[in-house]
């Protein structure tokens, strides 16, 4: 009887599937840890492999080989059928994972709709059950072939319009004019977009969440602000009085534009006059996102630069540094450190002007020598080691009686550069005078040199210590 049972052809394949199917379970699990750690999208169909496939190919073999079960009984056809629909998905699973997911960016591959792969997987499937069921089960499937035709033809008809327009976004979304994270200007809405489907775009506007059909965006022009990169400006338009010389005006402008914090350090800052009483600042920028507050900041600092230069911004007239002010000015700020008088004072007035700075403005720029003090009459500047475009640590704060400038006197380019961190009014006072009072007073002079040396000192503290 053991001799039966080692010649009995069932005995080995009971052997062979004991220990075949733990060996290929173990082997593809290393193998699925090995992929999940790459991160590969072949993990879902050796997953299948592993969990689904195998147990029911080695149930198969078992039913059939080794307990020789006939092929016409239902538990055998019932495994063969879950096998072969397995088999089905692991095979649309594979060429999903090695076609499309880990295809290269930009490739057709990359750029066809998730939706386009998924009517073709159900299709497919489809048609694979329906050869499955006419294999196995010997079921006529051919009826349901001619039912679903009719039914296709019928719905097709029905829906022309509709799967027309449907067809048309998906279409677009094959071209592929856009991707998340780009900025559109379409008709309706202006915004950045943060999701893609099969049937719509969802924009993030200024004012929530737009909604625009694939068939709308497909049916109209568009302007994608991200492509090409590296390429968007922003255009500002300003209005100055005809009186205001127009090469005086355009300096200004682009001077303003070229030290806007948001600027694309790669791109030209340009200022045109349009005619009339109009000029146009085009400002470079990294992103659409930036073009409010581009827009906002940039109109603030026009309107404090042009009262300083004199110009009319919207012909407007600046009616702030009356002498009154600016008197009161020097006998808060000016006269305390320069230790001046009352006649002091009023000789000083012709040598001194009363100006403004919006918050963010630069007022001190590094690398300059610069040609007159400032004192510091209301708000705050901040000192800043480095430049605007690559600043450093900060090397102090000033406010009210606070100066800049005193290396005019030694002709010494600064070190750094001040901004304005609110709107900060002060009182500048030329070189020329600030030698007169200098001279009168020798110790100032000692005092500015002390001051030089410490503000260098701090400067250099600062770097070492960033």
Same mark, same amino acid.
């Given at each position: 009887m053991i001799a039966g049972i080692f010649t009995s052809s069932w005995f080995y394949w009971a052997v062979g599937i004991a220990i075949g199917l733990p060996i290929g379970l173990v082997a593809l699990t290393e193998w699925q840890h090995a992929l999940r750690r790459r991160q590969s999208f072949l993990v879902r169909p050796v $997953? !299948?492999?592993?969990?689904? &496939? &195998? =147990?029911?190919? *080695?149930l198969l073999l078992l039913l059939t080989e080794a307990r020789q079960v006939p092929a016409g009984a239902t538990s055998v056809r019932t495994v063969a059928t879950l096998f072969a629909f397995v088999v089905l998905v692991l095979l649309l699973s594979g060429v999903n994972a090695a076609l499309f997911q880990g295809a290269p960016e930009g490739t057709w591959r990359k750029r066809i709709p998730t939706i386009f792969v998924d009517v073709a997987r159900f299709v497919l499937i489809a048609v694979g059950l329906a050869l499955i069921f006419s294999y196995i089960w010997g079921a006529n499937v051919r009826g349901l072939f $001619?039912?679903?035709?009719?039914t296709s033809i019928v719905i097709g008809l029905t829906l022309q319009n509709s799967v027309g327009h449907v067809i048309s976004g998906l279409l677009m979304l094959f071209e592929q004019p856009f991707q998340i994270g780009d900025w559109l200007d379409t008709a309706s809405a202006r915004g950045r977009v943060v999701e893609v489907n099969w049937r719509a775009v969802h924009l993030e506007t200024s004012t929530g969440l737009q909604i625009i059909p694939n068939a709308v965006l497909a049916a109209a022009s568009f302007a994608n602000l991200s492509r090409p990169e590296n390429k968007h400006k922003v255009k500002v338009t300003t209005i100055f009085s005809l009186d205001d010389p127009p090469n005086q005006v355009c300096a200004m402008l682009t001077g !303003? %534009?070229?030290?806007?914090?948001? #600027?694309? #350090?790669?791109?030209t800052v340009s200022s045109t006059p349009l005619g009339g009483l109009e000029y146009q600042t085009t400002i =470079? !920028?990294?992103?659409? %996102?930036?073009?409010?507050d581009t827009k906002t900041l940039f109109l603030q600092w026009v309107w404090y630069a042009s009262r300083r230069a004199g110009l009319h911004l919207d012909e407007a007239e600046d009616e702030f540094a009356t002498p009154e002010r600016l008197l009161a000015a020097v006998g808060q700020v000016v006269a305390p450190t320069l230790h001046l008088d009352a006649d002091e004072q009023r000789e000083l007035m012709p %040598? *001194? *002007? !009363?100006? #403004?700075?919006?918050?963010?403005? +630069? +007022?001190q720029r590094a690398g300059e020598v610069p040609e007159r003090m400032t004192f510091i009459v209301s708000g705050r500047v901040q000192l800043t080691a480095g430049t605007a475009d690559?600043?450093? =640590?900060?090397i102090g704060i000033l406010d009210e009686g606070g100066y800049l400038g005193q290396s005019t006197l030694t002709r010494q380019p600064v070190i750094g550069y001040a901004h304005a961190l609110d709107e900060v009014t002060v009182v500048h006072v030329e070189r020329a005078h600030i030698e007169m009072v200098v001279q009168r007073n020798p110790l100032l002079l000692q005092e500015f040199g002390r001051a030089i040396e410490d503000r260098r000192a #701090? *400067?250099?503290r600062a770097l070492t210590e960033d």
């Open positions: $997953t !299948l492999l592993r969990n689904y &496939l &195998l =147990p029911l190919g *080695a $001619t039912a679903l035709g009719i !303003l %534009a070229a030290e806007l914090p948001m #600027r694309r #350090r790669e791109g =470079p !920028l990294n992103s659409p %996102a930036d073009d409010g %040598a *001194a *002007a !009363l100006e #403004r700075y919006a918050i963010d403005e +630069v +007022v690559e600043p450093g =640590p900060v #701090r *400067a250099q």
